[in-house]
């Protein structure tokens, strides 16, 4: 019985974890590699669009409002 050469392995297993899994999110295409999980730089720039114009929100508690009138202003720098 001859040992598995363990170059074949670890190649193996980094084509496995390259290898592009489900579908793009945005269109659901086939991801690519250089842009996963999108397909497409188009693709990951809708993404980010949607993020930084607020249309997607991680749900969360409103923190509270801790200012009081017994907490000093913070100094103000010239800038």
Avoid at 22 to 50: M, Q
Wanted: charged share 30%; net charge negative; aromatic share 8%.
């Amino acid at each position: 019985m001859t040992k598995p050469d363990k170059t074949t392995d670890d190649a193996t297993a980094r084509d496995k974890a390259e290898a592009p899994t489900g579908s793009c999110p945005i269109c659901k295409r086939a991801p690519e590699a250089a842009y996963r999980p999108f397909c497409s730089k188009r693709c990951a720039n809708v993404d980010l669009s949607r993020w930084l114009s607020g249309n997607y929100v991680i749900p969360g508690d409103e923190p509270a409002d801790t200012w009081d009138e017994d907490t000093p202003t913070p100094p103000q720098y010239e800038h």
